[in-house]
């Protein structure tokens, strides 16, 4: 795993830690709607079009060749 993969994780760790009851169920439904079509949370989150995510999905590619 690197760097920019742990750091998603721990992000994802805070989102989910510090999110209110709302939040919580909305995120639910994501996980729950991820499993169901085969695909983890974080596998979602990473591949999001989330501007946040093009960095660390860049930095990813770039560490593998």
């Known amino acids: 795993m690197t760097p920019a993969e742990r750091e998603l994780l721990h ?12 939040e919580l169920k909305k995120i639910q439904e994501v996980d729950l709607q991820t ?16 501007m946040a995510n093009q960095s660390i999905k860049q930095e990813t590619r770039d560490s593998r060749k």
């Open 11 to 22: 992000t994802l760790d805070q989102m989910i830690l510090n999110a209110s009851d709302e």
């Open 35 to 50: 499993q169901l079509d085969g695909i983890s949370f974080y596998d979602a989150f990473v591949n999001s079009n989330s």
